[in-house]
């Protein structure tokens, strides 16, 4: 039901009449400059987003800012946090709408996916359950184990996202080329359109 | 216009092409991809160290801690993302020569590493530790580290196929506007932008064909300028009205602007280097 969702967005959606007629999906794949503008959006919101939450989880980590209360610093900057992260989200939507099926079926975008939505859990508990007894540890240079594990888990799990997030552009592994049936299983190429190959040259 | 390396140097092209099957491009290449995502990572601490640092500068963010306070706590992190994008940039760039030495994206990029290089560590580091206290030795670097910046902006928005990455450090700097400014000043601001963006988007997709070139570019030049005036403008008006704050006057927070957008630029020309 998604593959078929895609199908449509990436080939229908926004698609006038005539033989040459385009998608809005194919039309943004093919504009000369903007999706250009829009990957390098995307880099650059990153640098917003990721480059201020990794000071918050460092600050959480006793790392870094260890004279100012770990309050003052999350209030200050998850906004800005907060600002990357949508900017992030719509450029990156965007990204996803020129080439919804390549996604679709890619590894590298499945497991980010994943990860992204362990880093936000990690946030949710994070901030019902840790930040509840903030006030008893608000102002330590070393912030208690409960919020440094959140804090390593979401430097972890963001650096995952980012490293994944750039790996998409290679393509090791691929749907249609020889390739472990794990992966074929992981990206279901079996649906795709151009197919599963195992290893051995035959279609699984 | 179009600058490339090739017009420098163009006896070096021999060695270039060489320099993918030789130490350490031929090391590189095999994992090349790892090399680029840590390249990614440095950019990002770089952004975000940089990105604090500065708006403290401009007035805005960790506003509770004086400048010298983010100096302390970020320099270690900011070195690191210097450090890291310049040797990953190097390693990933011996391994890609001939790509760069025919690319005005990688001129940009270049310019924009020196005037990033002058502007961090000749001005906003020092005057952060100085909690806003600018020097003559500052004014210095800034004009120097002033005059790449605007050269490596020249070069990027006179360079056919990668000048519309000028937007990148047009929205970059309009954000930074809207971080500044404050009240009833950031809904004018925002009253103006936002219907500009819809003219804009109306006028490239509706009035004029998304595949008439010619048409195209003269208009969305147009506008590029025409967001450049507003943000600057009203940039302007935030620097000078909020007057002599705790943390330096208007010079202060020029250097705040100026540091975060030659580092935007880095990142946006790099990026056309895949595109153009």
């Known amino acids: ?204 | 216009m179009s600058l490339n390396l090739e017009q420098f140097l163009p006896h070096a092209r021999p060695w270039v092409e060489g320099l993918a099957n030789s130490f350490p491009g031929s090391f590189i290449k095999p994992q090349f991809a790892w090399w680029e995502v840590a390249h990614v990572l440095s950019l990002i601490t770089l952004g975000g160290t940089t990105i604090l640092m500065n708006l403290r500068l401009i007035g805005v963010g960790l506003t509770q801690e004086p400048p010298s306070e983010l100096y302390r706590s970020l320099r270690f992190w900011q070195n690191l993302g210097v450090i890291g994008i310049v040797v990953t940039g190097i390693l990933i760039g011996s391994a890609n020569a001939e790509r760069l030495y025919d690319s005005a994206a990688f001129i940009v990029k270049m310019l924009a590493l020196i005037a990033g290089i002058i502007l961090t560590y000749g001005v906003s580091r020092p005057v952060a530790r100085g909690d806003g206290a600018v020097g003559l030795a500052e004014k210095i670097w800034l004009i120097l580290g002033a005059a790449v910046f605007l050269l490596g902006l020249w070069v990027f928005a006179t360079s056919e196929l990668i000048n519309p990455g000028v937007f990148h450090i047009i929205t970059a700097a309009g954000f930074i506007v809207l971080f500044a400014v404050k009240g009833r000043a950031r809904w004018t601001y925002l009253g103006v932008l936002i219907p500009l963006i819809v003219v804009q988007f109306v006028w490239t997709h509706i009035i004029v064909k998304a595949d008439d070139y010619a048409h195209l570019t003269p208009v969305n030049k147009t506008f590029a300028a025409i967001f450049t005036a507003w943000i600057v403008g009203v940039g302007l008006v935030q620097l000078f009205r909020a007057g002599r704050g705790e943390a330096g006057g208007p010079l202060t927070r020029i250097i705040g602007y100026v540091t975060i957008l030659v580092w935007v630029m880095g990142a946006a020309a790099g990026r056309w280097i895949a595109f153009a």
């Not at chain 1, 385009?22 to 794949?29: D, G, H, P, T």
């Not at chain 1, 400059?33 to 650059?44: D, K, M, Q, T, V």
């Not at chain 1, 919101?45 to 201020?52: K, Q, S, V």
């Not at chain 1, 102002?139 to 490293?163: E, F, Q």
């Open chain 1, 1 to 204: 039901m998604i593959r078929a969702f895609l199908v449509w967005l990436q080939t229908a959606l926004g698609k006038g009449a005539g033989d040459t007629a385009q998608s809005w999906s194919e039309a943004l794949l093919g504009s000369l400059n903007f999706w250009g503008l829009l990957e390098g959006s995307h880099l650059i919101g990153l640098m917003l987003f990721a480059g201020t939450i990794l000071i918050v989880d460092l600050r959480l980590l006793g790392v870094t800012f260890r004279r100012t209360p770990v309050s003052v610093v999350s209030d200050t900057i998850l906004p800005l946090t907060i600002f990357g992260f949508i900017f992030v989200v719509i450029t990156g939507m965007g990204l996803f709408f020129a080439k919804p099926l390549f996604y679709y079926h890619n590894i590298w975008f499945r497991v980010k996916m994943i990860m992204l939505a362990i880093a936000l859990i990690n946030i949710l508990v994070f901030h019902s359950r840790i930040q509840r007894t903030q006030g008893s540890w608000d102002s330590d240079a070393l912030p208690p184990a409960g919020a440094r594990t959140a804090a390593a888990l979401s430097l972890s799990a963001w650096l995952v996202v980012i490293t994944f997030g750039r790996l998409i552009a290679y393509d090791w592994f691929e749907c249609g080329k020889p390739q472990p049936a794990f992966i074929n299983w992981a990206e279901e190429c079996k649906v795709s359109e151009k197919g599963a190959v195992a290893l051995s040259g035959a279609h699984p």
